[in-house]
Nanobody, 118 residues
Framework: QVHIVESGGGLVQPGGSLRLSCVAS????????MGWYRRGPGNQRELVAD??????TNYADSVKGRFTISRDSASTVSLQMNRLKSEDTAVYFC?????????????WGQGTQVTVST
């Protein structure tokens, strides 16, 4: 069984910073890509950033220059969020594309709330 656990969400004022972390654990043979998605109020889930096992990164246009994704180990990923805006308010989900012994699958965390407000 595989577990994806996020941490680091919370309430922050506009212009502030937060760091999200995610750990994949359990029956894992290899983690390929990890990433962060978000779903704002009334919106569909959208990609925020992802990172491959070679370190290549991809960002949504709305967060370029403000957010930085990093792989802290083979099975952990972080998202440093700076200069936060109210429109960044959303539930943030960690994803991991990994081999669980039965093939490559995508796993999701439960999500962590980020609220940007005065």
């Amino acid at each position: 069984q595989v577990h994806i656990v996020e941490s680091g969400g919370g309430l922050v004022q506009p212009g502030g910073s937060l760091r999200l972390s995610c750990v994949a654990s359990g029956r894992i043979f290899r983690v390929s890509a990890m990433g962060w998605y978000r779903r704002g109020p009334g919106n569909q889930r959208e990609l925020v950033a992802d990172i491959g096992d070679g370190g290549s990164t991809n960002y949504a246009d709305s967060v370029k220059g403000r957010f930085t994704i990093s792989r802290d180990s083979a099975s952990t990923v972080s998202l440093q969020m700076n200069r936060l805006k109210s429109e960044d308010t959303a539930v943030y989900f960690c994803s991991a594309v990994l081999n669980d012994g039965l093939g490559n699958r995508i796993y999701w965390g439960q999500g962590t709330q980020v609220t940007v407000s005065t």
